[in-house]
């Protein structure tokens, strides 16, 4: 199907898209906008392990149109294990949890797309319908923090598929975890676009008091049509704004992510973000510049070409001005900031909102020494 059945670009924007180094975005098959309503992806691709790759097209029997829309099918997992390690010197926590695997909020700049290809699904607008919950994962957090050489540290819950998507308020998984952690007086970072965080506020004020929770709130745009076309499925950005007042108010250690920042789109709200975020009681915040991994970067390139065509080029140009050149760069230490003088003058200005609003850079240190495991009987036995 011609991309330009589907949603025509002015003339002039596709002439300067065809003679730029993205001209090949043009001839890609999106999927008609009537048939991905409330996602953000624009195409679903084959993923990239599997043997065949399917794509759809118009024969002239306008056959495409009768096609329904994409619904969202959630699977139930039986995760064999629930806590993940890492070693990435770019990260403040060395492990974490994602109850779910794939993101009914739909972001289109979202690193996470890439590794649905593992469970032979698309980076697409699969990622965004076909979730996985992992509904024994309170099961098993318990017994990996019931092992006798278990040494507490932070829990990040979130790092990669957000655990207060719309499916969380039937699974309730992430509450779940919450209620274990809680149990054991063990620390957790939670990372979220999703104002249900609030729901579970009765379980995080009761961790706040003994200093064993964060919560981080990402922020990309207070601009509620962007925020729509950005990230379809999220909560508004004035709910999320709400939200980080209750959980200040609560007590609950909160800090606004603006993340990411994208270039030509969003970058002028940087300070707003900040300003807005202090005014809400949050004591910390964060930036973090726009990566663009696998096939995230023709994702995002398809989402430019739906809503903002005329800045396509820009927008591009300057995310490669900010990674040496090419669409990613991932090497520790820059990918998250970016190099070069365009993202020098970003956090220069991230600063500056800083300072300006007396807002921190992390969140205070939390405390592991709480930590208690259940005592097992003495006629049980364990392998670990």
């Known amino acids: 199907m011609a991309i330009h059945a589907a949603f025509p670009p002015p003339p002039d924007s596709l002439a300067r898209i065809a003679n730029s180094a993205d001209g090949d ?61 890492n070693e990435s010197p770019d990260l403040n926590f060395d492990r974490s949890i994602n109850p779910y695997r794939g993101c009914e909020h739909g972001c289109s700049y979202c690193f996470a797309r890439q590794t649905h290809a593992y469970l032979g699904h698309s980076a697409g607008i699969d990622f965004e319908r076909e979730l996985y919950a992992k509904t024994n994962a309170a099961e ?20 990669n598929t957000d655990p207060y998507q ?3 308020r039937e699974h309730k998984i992430t509450r779940q975890l919450l209620e274990v952690l809680l149990e054991f007086k ?10 249900l965080v609030v729901r579970d506020l009765d379980l995080l004020t009761q961790l706040a008091e003994h200093n064993l929770v964060h919560v981080a709130i990402s922020i990309t745009t207070l601009d ?40 030509a789109i969003n970058d002028s709200e940087l300070e707003k973000i900040v300003n807005a975020a202090a ?22 390139r398809e989402w430019l070409l739906r809503f903002h065509p005329d800045k396509l080029r820009h927008v591009l140009n300057l995310v490669r001005d900010v990674r040496g050149g090419r669409d990613n760069d991932p090497r520790f230490s820059s990918r998250m900031s970016g190099q070069g003088p365009y993202a020098y003058a970003l956090q220069r200005r991230f600063e500056l909102a800083m300072n300006r609003n007396g807002l921190k850079k992390r969140l205070p240190h939390l405390r592991t020494d709480l930590f208690s495991s259940p005592e ?9």
Not at 228 to 247: D, F, N
Request: glycine share 6%; net charge positive; charged share 25%.
């Open 279 to 300: 005014a809400q009681g949050a004591t910390a915040a964060g930036m973090i510049m726009l990566r663009l991994p696998g096939e995230v970067r023709n994702i995002f």
């Open 140 to 159: 098993r957090l318990r017994e990996e923090l019931s092992r006798k050489k278990y040494v507490a540290k932070p829990i990040a819950i979130g790092t």
């Open 166 to 168: 719309p499916i969380e």
């Open 376 to 384: 097992v009987p003495d006629d049980q036995l364990s392998l670990f």
């Open 224 to 263: 509620r049509k962007l925020c729509r076309q950005l990230e379809p499925r999220a909560s508004t950005p004035s709910k999320r704004l709400e939200a980080v007042e209750l959980l200040s108010q609560s007590g609950v250690p909160t800090m606004v992510m603006a993340a990411p920042i994208i270039p």
């Open 186 to 195: 063990h620390p957790v970072t939670i990372v979220t676009k999703s104002a």
């Open 25 to 85: 975005i043009l001839t890609r098959n999106l999927v008609s906008p009537h048939r991905n309503r409330g996602r953000g992806a624009q195409s679903n691709l084959s993923g990239r392990f599997e043997v065949f790759q399917h794509e759809s097209f118009d024969d002239g029997w306008q056959s495409l149109e009768m096609l329904p829309d994409f619904k969202t099918n959630v699977r139930e997992e039986r995760a064999k294990s629930i806590i993940t390690k």
